[in-house]
DNA sequence: GCAATATGCTTGCATATGCAATTATTTTGC
DNA sequence: GCAAAATAATTGCATATGCAAGCATATTGC
């Protein structure tokens, strides 16, 4: 009834909505943080530098400057995350992540691990797993675009 | 540095939210309705009646009932669905698509399998297309899990 | 048959998010 | 070197969404 690609296409958006579903309520019960908050921590782990414009992080996670200006707010006022200017462009500010905020983004790691291996719970072999994360690195948009 | 299926749900959530935010623009613009007005749309055509009540809605798309009860009226204004009534159970509403609605997802979808087409760009093989496929339902949860 | 419980839907309130406009700063073109 | 354009961040306003409470209707237990 429909060519591959959208099939695939539907059942990617379908899995990752279940999957982000489920992590939605253990993260905010268990850690107080929303999936949001916690992909914006390990954006900034992953980084370079260990930290990231509001800019920077608003490509990254495809949303909007002002909704990471909202975002790491109330991050700063619970001491999850700091700022760190730039000594050559006053514009920047960029957002670093605190010893606390360390810690709750290796619990909340702790939690999304245990949740990924319930996607993964019927007997998949070392094979389909490594296939699987190459196809989908192949779907993320060229890092160029990302620059851009 | 992270467990393979650490890794693979991470990859999953970074390419639904790339391809999903490529989409809202396109959706908008073109088509004037969002990515979940899309989706709604769809499980009622894929529904064995054509039609769905707000709380299975709600379930399938993994939102709560007072979203597509939200979700719902303005659509209902704008005349892609209507409602229809069970006459064994009068707190059921079903949500059905009218003849614009469904002109309105064929179109949609148009749109939808384009931008498909991108995230598989790069000369994909038939195989791996259908092992993409397979490995996203078996990441599905259980229709038994759905039904409850 | 009726009270207690469950179910479907809606609504009040709080939070989350995007877009466009605004401000502050930097970069570019000449 | 300076005006124009670009960039980073913020804020006002509108929309989107979840949770809990409320209402109407069904179902259950006795």
Redesign the interface.
Known sequence: M????????????????????SLAGEFSSVHGISVNEF?LM?HLKQATAHRLSRVDLAKR??VSASTITRMVAPMEKIGLVGRDVDARDARLVFVVATPAGQEKLSDA?AT??K???Y??A?R?E?D??????Q???????RKADMLA
């Open positions: 429909m060519d591959i690609h959208t099939t695939n296409a539907l059942r990617l958006l379908q899995v990752a909505d279940e999957f982000r579903a992909l390990l996670m495809h790691l999304f691990a949740r990924a291996g996607l993964f019927d998949w070392e389909e797993l490594g296939q699987l994360s196809m989908l690195h192949r779907m993320t948009a």
